[in-house]
């Protein structure tokens, strides 16, 4: 027992040792700006790296939405579970960092038949003990333990950057399912509206008709417009039903009954300004929960080379022994045991070197990741400042042709009252006016959506997560 304290002192030196190579964190594969040109806005000093969800989105009713997917839907909930689980994985681990000591009890009887007893009598004997002790606890000269704690942990975090990834794509994927469900009902109200408009001028073309005014030409043409916007409107119809479906299924639970319609002509999201620089890119959860991966698997391989060396396990235990249970606590009867091993790999058909040629092409394997997603969220957020910088001049030009079809089709119905043109140039000019407003609700869409995967791209503005000292401070 007097050698206690040195072995203890030689474990606490011998543990500072590690084999986990120092991560250098790799240089990410993109430029460190966004691209410019004629696509792209002029530049500016503008930061969304604070900007939250509830800031971005003005509307309220996205608000309503969001807070009850956040709550209600499933594959968020798998991904926190995911979270809890793995951080349970990391706290298992790090036990093995720390002696297990227990408490063991034995109490037995045997008998001895006569012929085999020394004494050539039967003997029934008694043997009991109570025991405190370490139960093969290794220790960590060389770093393996240390090195699958560091693994477990990176995992751990990888896992609650996962759980924000998927967070943040549920926020912009419920977003973009609202705003897709108003748009195809706004739809739906202009081509019903327009229906109406073809019926009521059908009416007075088949009267013109009866009196000789028109001819069955134009009531022919008078009549494809009616079949043509019916359609339209149970397609409109089904797709708005569709739409409702795709955005319960993402809340997980009914749409509120008392959910305030949006117009999409109103500023429902907050501006992004251009210029932004790429190392924005950084607060992406999916390139953290990457790079994090990448540190797990450098830590693995430091747990790969410690398995070429010895390693030292000590069991050991102090405690009362006697033959009668009620002599376990009588002067004398201590007992005590220390059994420390040793072992030393000399032969293993090579499974130790293929361990560490996996633990490093793993390695390789994680690099690779890490900057495939660095390359295909710049990518994403390129291609979102892209349309940012040409969508308002796109829809303000939408807007001018819905204007000037109004004008046309006004003087193309007059000129048709009139008598002066054929009922062909009122026709061309009603068609050109729903598709008219149709495109620019489908373009006012198409510029809210891309808005929201922008948002998305640049990692949404959220909070950092834990650093590893904050979660081993735990």
């Known amino acids: 027992m007097t050698h206690k304290p040195l072995l203890l002192l030689l474990a606490m030196t011998l543990g500072g040792c590690s084999l986990i190579s120092e991560y250098k964190r790799p240089e990410a594969p993109v430029p460190s700006t966004f691209p410019e040109g004629a696509a792209y806005a002029a530049r500016s000093s503008g930061n969304t790296a604070q900007i939250d969800w509830q800031s971005f989105f003005k509307d309220p009713a996205v608000h309503t939405v969001v807070d009850l997917a956040l709550v209600n839907n499933r594959d968020l909930r798998k991904a926190a579970l995911n979270v809890d689980a793995y951080r349970a994985q990391y706290r298992i681990q790090g036990a093995a960092l720390l002696p297990e000591v227990g408490i063991d009890g034995r109490a037995g009887r045997s008998r001895t ?13 008694g043997d009991n003990g109570l025991q405190v002790g370490l139960t093969s606890y290794e220790l960590d000269v060389w770093g393996r333990v240390r090195s699958q704690d560091r693994s477990a942990l990176e995992t751990y975090l990888a896992s609650e950057d996962t759980q924000r990834s998927v967070q943040l794509g549920l926020v912009a994927n419920v977003a973009v399912a609202y705003f897709t469900w108003r748009t195809d009902q706004q739809l739906l109200e202009v081509t019903q509206s327009t229906l109406q408009n073809y019926r009521h001028n059908l009416e007075l073309v088949q009267a013109g008709s009866e009196a000789g005014t028109a001819s069955d030409l134009d009531v022919r043409q008078a009549r494809t417009l009616v079949d043509s916007a019916r359609g339209q409107v149970y397609a409109f119809t089904r797709q708005v039903a569709q739409d409702e479906n795709a955005l319960r299924l993402l809340i997980g639970t009914n749409i509120p009954a008392s959910l305030r319609a949006s117009d999409l002509d109103d500023a429902v999201l907050s501006e992004i300004p251009a210029g932004l620089p790429a190392a924005l890119l950084q607060q992406r959860p999916d390139i953290r929960a990457a790079e994090h991966q990448l540190i797990a ?32 606590f009588d002067s004398g009867s201590e007992s005590w045991s220390f059994v420390p091993q040793i072992h030393l790999p000399i032969f293993n058909g090579g499974r130790l070197k293929a361990s560490l040629d996996y633990a490093k092409i793993q390695r390789e394997i994680e690099v690779s990741h890490y900057e495939s997603v660095i390359q295909t969220a710049f990518r994403e957020v390129a291609d979102g400042l892209a349309a940012l910088g040409t969508w308002d001049e796109q829809i303000a030009s939408q807007r001018d042709l819905v204007r000037t079809s109004e004008e046309y089709n006004q003087m193309a119905q007059q000129r048709y009252d009139e008598g002066v043109d054929s009922y062909l140039a009122l026709l061309d000019a009603q068609r050109q006016l729903l598709s008219a407003r149709q495109q620019l609700l489908t373009d006012r869409l198409a510029q809210i959506t891309s808005q929201v995967q922008l948002y998305k791209a640049l990692g949404g503005g959220w909070s950092a997560p834990q650093t590893s000292r904050d979660v081993a401070q735990q």
């Open 297 to 328: 698997a450098n830590a693995n391989i430091g747990a790969a080379r410690a398995a070429f060396f010895p390693s030292i396990t000590l069991t050991g235990g102090v405690g009362t022994a006697s033959s009668r249970l009620s002599g376990l």
């Open 113 to 125: 038949p006569g012929d085999l007893s020394s004494s050539g009598h039967q003997a029934t004997t």
